[in-house]
């Protein structure tokens, strides 16, 4: 295994919390590793699994979707469209020949800057043990 290996994962953060708890971790200076490509969206529900495919198949090494606790999404429901939303595209995974360990759902509040910083730290470790994604193009 190459120890140089420097993933590329692309953090889908909601607004609303997850974001939140990622500027969180960064104003208290808690280090995490700079694996993570956040991408901003206004709820995590809003993730098409058409989007964690093409990440996984166009560069992206593992993929994070963070979104608030169930019971506390802005838009009610969305969260939970994302729980359904993920057990599809770990089974569109499966169908693509892409580890289902390459793709994960958390919830993460605002106030949680330390478990944002921890998530992205097991993950990447997850992400290094597996490996460069071997299905990325070019």
Same mark, same amino acid.
């Given at each position: ?11 889908? %953060? %909601?607004?609303? %919390? ?18 993570? $490509?956040?991408? $901003? ?26 979104? %608030? ?66 299905? $990325?193009?070019?």
């Amino acid at each position: 295994m190459d120890e140089k290996f420097e993933p590329l994962i692309i953090g889908f %953060c %909601c607004n609303w %919390c997850s974001y939140a708890g990622a500027d969180l971790a960064g104003v208290s200076r808690i280090q995490y590793p700079t694996s993570l $490509r956040i991408i $901003r969206v206004m709820c995590s529900g809003m993730i098409h699994p058409n989007l964690v495919v093409d990440a996984l198949t166009k560069g992206g090494d593992g993929v994070l979707i963070c979104g %608030c606790h169930p019971g506390d999404c802005h838009y009610q429901d969305g969260n939970l469209k994302a729980e359904k939303r993920a057990e599809a595209i770990t089974l569109m995974l499966e169908d693509f020949g892409i580890e289902p360990e390459r793709f994960r759902l958390e919830w993460v509040s605002a106030a949680e800057g330390a478990r944002f910083a921890q998530v992205v730290k097991e993950f990447t470790e997850q992400i290094i043990n597996l490996g460069a994604n071997p299905n $990325r193009s070019g």
